[in-house]
């Protein structure tokens, strides 16, 4: 164990300092997580109700609020790395709840060529980085926010739509042209394969929203409106006729040898909620380890897990937010449940170590770290085992 | 539904270890959630996993049937996709299993699954429990809705053995005792004169084996 001790990362933190007590974090945050001191009238942020939306940071006037994930600085850097590698003045800014793949992108905003910005909540980004992004030399900014009830952080797209609205205006008045920025909103939702449905009724068992309904005469149909996308009928069910928009099986089992050829042994295949933990905008770096986001620990299939350990991976790692941080209405909690399950079967084959599901919090900017190092060795562990025999 | 539950593993490998081409064919039928494409699939990667440890190359052909102990629909479904198939390892219940070595009286059928009992699963816990024997002469009208033959460990059918402790039966104390259960529901219905029928002892043998309806 090393003596030195390092100041724990805090996800988001108020500088007092430099607070100006204003309230707007206040007003703004979605999950009453800041709150104003009635003696001393500090504003305090209890981290442990935050859901590090980034919303309060990005609507700072005093620049008091220090998220560790994507601040207007690190944005900036990476826009500037960015443009020229994507040769394009044009941004696409969108949250990656809803955002389809590239292609979808390009027909949504009818752009051909573009830098992507892909952000945990549009919610987060300031008008700072907007104005920043145009005197850098960006001519179109597109924002591909979720669909109002869509937003996982509640008010980050209402908030951004506002957002957009004053820029427009501002940016009209400074000789930019009207409607400057694009705003698009989109959610991404469960598609149904009518000749592959044999009316079982799994999903409307086990989907937390009620969209699924099941009738004798006319079989399974979906109210979108209920659907949140958390993947977890499409995961389960048995007839392999359901199927998410953008996080279709087929990508992700496309996806799976791909990202295995990347890496040296012992090679790990991480499958991520997209909320559990923000990657780092420049990608993954580990020369052992990959990660496919989801949208939710939910759409994590049993069927992609087995595939996984066909095609060489070592170990699979389940990273899912833990149940009082999951934004799909306990559908994590549901996802370990099945895992540890299916784990005793894996276990019957001799794969039973190899598969490791783990919640960690996107307010713990380690937590993910610590568990592939420790899940990192338990796979070492089990290679030189096996050599030894 | 009839509640099945996969056999382990090693057992399914052992018993289909001497075939190469293997079909294993799901069942959409009643067993929930069913064991059909999905099941069928996983269980061929799971199997192709652990055979390549042990330096077998399985060749799976995976598929799922509307109902396999539907012995019209499964053989007309069946029929196109035997060939070369070497041994079918089925993943529905005993019924299913029998359906097909009934078709194919030449070719071995293996059970992926052991069937248990008919019976429903609780949505939170996940919990299975028995609920019908499939007596054939079924009294469910006069006991208030809950089988005293499945329920009740004893199969009693005039009221409870007097073992009872808190709700629970002498024989296994995570266990209701059904006739609590029935008379707390009778009860509740206004119906509590039914339990002053007295009913004979079950007639054992007019079981039926074979019918026509």
Known sequence: MSQQVAEPQVAVNIKEEQCSRCSICRSLCPFEAITKDAETSKIILDIEKCQVCGICYSACPAKAIDTIYYDCGSLL????????????DTLVIMCKGSAPDFSGVEQLFGVSNFIPLSVPCVGRISEELILQAIAMGINKICILACDEDYCRFERGSP???????????????????????????????VKVDRDLCISCG??????????????????????????????????????????????????????????????????????????????????????????????????VDAFH?????????????IAACPEEDCRQEGVSAKAQHWVKAFRERLKQIGFGDRLHFCTVSRRDPEGLDKELRQFGQRIEAIGSQKEKK | MIVTILKPLDEILDSISPYSKVLIAGCDGCTQPPRGLREAKTLSQLLELAGKLKGKDFQFKVLSLVK?????????????????????????????????AEIFPDLPVIPAQNSHFLGQEDREGGILEDRCSACGDCILARTGGICPVTR??????????????????????????AWELIYNRLERLGKLDLLKEYRAPRNYQAKAWRLTP
């Open chain 1, 305 to 317: 897990i087995v595939e996984a350990f066909q095609k060489g991976a070592e170990g699979v790692l």
């Open chain 1, 77 to 88: 850097n990476y826009l500037k790395k960015a443009k020229p590698k994507y040769d394009s």
């Open chain 2, 68 to 100: 396999q102990c539907d012995s019209f629909l499964t053989a007309s479904e069946l029929k196109s996709q035997m060939d070369g198939v070497e041994a079918v390892l089925s993943l529905a219940c005993g019924v299913g299993v029998q359906t097909i």
């Open chain 1, 159 to 189: 908030l951004t739509g506002r957002r957009v609205l004053a820029l427009n205006r501002l940016l009209e008045q400074l000789g930019y042209g009207r409607e400057a920025i694009t705003l698009k909103r989109n959610s991404l939702k």
């Open chain 2, 152 to 177: 009740c460990a004893k199969g009693l059918l005039n009221g409870a053995c007097g073992g009872a402790r808190d709700g629970k039966c002498e024989m296994d104390p995570e266990r209701d005792c």
């Open chain 1, 202 to 299: 799994s999903c409307a068992f086990y989907c937390p929203y009620g969209a699924p309904k099941l009738e004798s005469v006319g079989g399974i149909s979906f109210d979108l409106d209920a659907c949140r996308g958390c993947g977890l009928c499409v995961a389960l069910c048995p007839a392999f006729a359901l199927d998410l928009d953008n996080w279709e099986k087929d990508r992700i089992l496309a996806l799976i040898p791909r990202l295995l050829a990347e890496i040296e042994p012992p090679k790990i295949l991480v499958f991520r909620c997209q909320w559990a933990v923000f990657p780092p905008l420049d990608g993954e770096s580990s020369p052992n380890v990959r990660t496919i986001e989801l949208p939710c620990a939910g759409r």
